[in-house]
């Protein structure tokens, strides 16, 4: 299962290195314009840790249709965990 902690840390470490918010270039390849727009209530084109945590909740959920609130190498190799995958590196 993948903790709070270590989304927030991939957040981190995004906004560290991008020199503030994660916004739609950084997350280029991760999410498509569409996604970030629906992500992001405020609409400053940047999302908060809240907002990316909304998106990778989601993203889990979709990716784990057992309902378990763990991924296995199936769930992780289907479009929706491929997806989740994209979002966290």
């Known amino acids: ?11 981190a470490i995004a906004t560290l290195f991008g020199g503030g918010l994660p916004d739609k270039r950084e997350l280029a390849g991760r999410l498509s314009a569409e996604e970030l727009a629906a992500a992001d209530p405020d609409h400053d084109g940047t999302l908060t840790a809240d907002e990316y945590l909304a998106v990778v909740e989601q993203r889990f959920n979709a990716a784990n ?3 378990d609130g763990t991924l296995d190498a199936r769930e992780l190799n289907t479009h929706e965990g491929r997806a989740l995958l994209r979002l966290l590196r």
């Open 65 to 67: 249709p057992d309902k």
């Open 1 to 11: 299962m993948i903790s709070r902690r270590s989304i927030l840390l991939t957040f």
